[in-house]
């Protein structure tokens, strides 16, 4: 089993900050690309920011400038610092990450709950 788990969803005020976080646990061999995506209403899913085990990062044009993405591999762990946030960010954001298991040779895509981000404005 694998779960990935989110917190640091929530209200926020126009121009203000997040912190999203998402931990991999399970029975995990090798921990790929994390990333995060996320779906407005009425829209499809997109990527936010991606980062690979060796750090190279890639973000959408979107939120260059304002969102930074992080890993702490020892933790399994991938977070994203939303700043300046705007209306246009509201949404849920999923986390994703390419893995794996002991027993596999190849890996999958696991994916989170998703933790929904609302600007108050």
């Known amino acids: 089993q694998v779960q990935l788990v989110e917190s640091g969803g929530g209200l926020v005020q126009p121009g203000g900050s997040l912190r999203l976080s998402c931990a991999a646990s399970?029975?995990?061999?090798?921990?790929?690309?994390m990333g995060w995506y996320r779906q407005a209403p009425g829209k499809q899913r997109e990527l936010v920011a991606a980062i690979s085990g060796g750090d190279t990062t890639t973000y959408a044009d979107s939120v260059k400038g304002r969102f930074t993405i992080s890993r702490d591999n020892a933790k399994n762990t991938v977070y994203l610092q939303m700043n300046h946030l705007k209306p246009k960010d509201t949404a849920v954001y999923y986390c994703?990450?390419?893995?794996?298991?002991?027993?596999?040779?190849?890996?999958?895509?696991?994916w989170g709950q998703g933790t929904q981000v609302t600007d108050s404005s």
């Open positions: 399970g029975s995990i061999n090798s921990l790929y690309v």
């Open positions: 994703n990450a390419r893995l794996r298991r002991p027993t596999m040779t190849f890996a999958l895509d696991y």
